[in-house]
């Protein structure tokens, strides 16, 4: 298994650009997250969704959407990329309401 | 206040030492809490799972809990340099909140 996939590693945008971070994951399951890491600052919480078709709102959504339209799939969206959303970003998975979840390898993003 | 606290650190010892590693919360429903590892560059990976009060040992490893305090532990005994790393506790009801993490280096 590859577990949880996450492309590009890297990024450049210029501001006001846009982009998708990609994430996919082979486990089955249900659960899939993405957070934003910055330094000092842990793991928050942009977006989640409990299953193909149902996507709900985290800590941090404003600037991002995203869509689940298969189980293995969770494609992270920026419209109009600003310099305060330069981070790191992981997409996790998890079976529903488990505590153990499955981070991808991230991708770094830089918007100047 | 953040719901939940962590010292950012950085914290570094010799190897062989043990490690103390350390969170406090203040949201009372949480129920579940975990230590998760994130080496440089990598995802965060599962570490330790316990649920409510008490202590959980997993080889060099022991997470204490203790809700009345609403603080949780980690310990790491006879530290190696592989142990370095950031530590990131995290705890949930419905939610999942994370702390900042600790950045952790031994030191051979």
């Known amino acids: 298994n590859a577990g949880v996939t996450q492309t590009p590693k890297f990024r450049i945008l210029k501001i006001g650009q846009s982009m998708t971070l990609q994430c996919a994951q082979d486990m089955n399951h249900n659960y899939m997250y993405w957070y934003r890491q910055d330094p000092g600052m842990g793991l928050k919480l942009i977006y989640y969704?409990?299953?193909?078709?149902?996507?709900d709102k985290g800590e941090v959504p404003n600037g991002y959407n995203v869509s689940r339209s298969t189980t293995e799939d969770f494609p992270l969206r920026l419209e109009l990329a600003a310099p305060s959303q330069t981070s790191v970003y992981f997409c996790a998975s998890s079976y529903p309401l488990s505590g153990e979840q499955f981070f991808g390898p991230g991708t770094r993003l830089t918007v100047l | 206040q953040k719901e939940v606290e962590q010292d950012p650190g950085p914290l570094s010892v010799p190897e062989g030492a043990i490690v103390s590693l350390n969170c406090t919360y203040s949201?009372?429903?949480?129920?579940?809490f975990m230590w998760y590892r994130q080496y440089s560059r990598k995802g965060p990976e599962l570490l330790m799972y316990t649920y409510s009060s008490g202590n959980k040992e997993d080889g060099r490893f022991t997470a204490q809990v203790d809700k009345s305090s609403k603080y949780i532990s980690l310990f790491i005994r006879d530290s190696q340099p592989s142990d370095s790393a950031t530590y990131l506790c995290?705890?949930?009801?419905?939610?999942?909140?994370f702390g900042a993490g600790t950045r952790l280096t031994v030191k051979p």
């Open positions: 995290a705890m949930k009801d419905n939610d999942m909140r």
């Open positions: 969704s409990v299953g193909a078709g149902i996507t």
């Open positions: 949201n009372s429903a949480f129920q579940y």
